[in-house]
């Protein structure tokens, strides 16, 4: 129940200012350290870099199904 609280005060507040902008990226096969927000050194990823340092991230991500599942059901 307070997951949900929380969710509904976050969207409340921006309720307030106007609507917010979303953007839901969808990738098959891209795993957790692989882009450079998550600590990736080797392949540069630097404008999704940049919209995780100006926006949100999320860091506890959990899958009920196969991870590719999703990408193939589009």
Same mark, same amino acid.
């Given at each position: 129940?307070?997951?949900? +609280?929380?969710? +509904?005060?976050?969207?409340?507040?921006?309720?307030?200012?106007?609507?917010?902008?979303?953007?839901?990226?969808?990738?098959?096969? +891209?795993?957790?350290?692989? +882009?450079? &927000?998550?600590?990736?050194?080797?392949?540069?990823?630097?404008?999704?870099?940049?919209?995780?340092?100006?926006?949100?991230?999320?860091?506890?991500?959990?899958?009920?199904?196969?991870? &590719?599942?999703?990408?193939? &059901?589009?």
């Amino acid at each position: 129940m307070l997951p949900i +609280l929380v969710f +509904l005060s976050f969207t409340l507040s921006f309720a307030r200012d106007g609507k917010p902008n979303v953007i839901f990226i969808l990738a098959d096969d +891209l795993g957790y350290k692989e +882009l450079g &927000c998550y600590g990736q050194t080797k392949i540069r990823t630097p404008h999704l870099d940049k919209l995780a340092e100006e926006g949100m991230r999320f860091t506890r991500n959990y899958s009920g199904n196969a991870v &590719c599942a999703p990408s193939r &059901c589009v």
